[in-house]
């Protein structure tokens, strides 16, 4: 069934599932709009043909049969963790594509929530090196180990950084390494169902796989150490009451709804977020 900008319907659907797979980061809405199109485009030159707006048999046969790029989170998982970092592909096209200060506490932030305040510069390289141009991993590189400021945001802030480049980083780089720190946080995460382990990739990717506190008057990793000993004692339905907890850390909006969607994905699976 040939598809094109305006169809919509499950075979829509279908392809937006096939496309986060290329990293389009798409909500499965059944819409063949901008967004698909604009997927659609890129990921056929990902495939290494002609830039299309629509969608043939033979396209969609294509995409279909690519694997999944991060089976231990599946894309739905890939998806949802993007999703929290950067909204979706117009927010990021719109807000991310070029480095941002998230905070006074982060460092000049690129891609995928690529904080460069915690990357030293050997691993910098190699994660961006060939990716983008040498010139902007020079002017990059002054912003590596420290916390942002304007001064390091006004000479980096014209360096863009499309969304296929970043979703490749994030595949291949950073989301490898935050599994590994999941792991050694909760033991458990082998045994766990592909949405249960994205909700911890999650959580970490955010907070760090840190269980101590470092203030014990703030318990701010209580709920945390919690989750560890409830996947310990095998007890995964009282999980998600933990991610919901941790909002009280918080008055940002959008970090109290990553962790209530965080608890729904535990509890319902990608189904319940238009991922699945």
């Not at 009451?241 to 608890?263: K, V």
Request: hydrophobic letters at 40%; one cysteine or more; proline letters at 7%.
């Amino acid at each position: 069934m040939h598809l094109k900008p305006g169809d919509s319907g499950a075979a829509v659907k279908t392809l937006q599932s096939g496309l986060n797979k290329f990293g389009a980061i798409l909500l499965l809405d059944g819409d063949y709009g901008p967004l698909t199109r604009d997927a659609v485009r890129e990921t056929c030159v990902a495939m290494g043909r002609p830039a299309s707006d629509e969608a043939s048999d033979e396209i969609q046969q294509a995409i279909a049969a690519h694997p999944d790029p991060f089976p231990a989170l599946t894309a739905a998982g890939v998806t949802f963790i993007a999703r929290a970092e950067v909204s979706g592909p117009r927010e990021y096209r719109r807000r991310y594509k070029n480095p941002v200060w998230p905070s006074a506490q982060s460092g000049i932030t690129i891609g995928i929530g690529y904080d460069l305040r915690f990357v030293h510069r050997l691993a910098f390289e190699s994660d961006w090196g060939g990716r983008i141009p040498d010139s902007a991993i020079k002017r990059l590189a002054r912003a590596l180990g420290t916390r942002g400021s304007e001064e390091l945001l006004a000479g980096v802030r014209t360096i863009d950084i499309p969304l296929p480049v970043a979703m490749s980083v994030f595949l291949e780089r950073t989301l490898p390494e935050f599994v590994a720190d999941t792991r050694g946080a909760y033991p458990q995460f082998g045994t766990l169902s592909p949405a249960c382990r994205t909700a911890l990739v999650s959580l970490v990717y955010n907070r760090g796989p840190l269980l101590i506190d470092r203030d014990p008057l703030r318990q701010e990793r209580r709920e945390m150490r919690a989750i560890r000993a409830l996947l310990a004692a095998g007890n995964l339905t009282s999980v998600p009451a933990q991610f919901e907890s941790m909002a009280r850390l918080w008055t940002l909006p959008g970090l109290i709804q990553r962790r209530h969607d965080e608890a729904r994905l535990w509890r319902s699976g990608f189904e319940s977020l238009q991922l699945a």
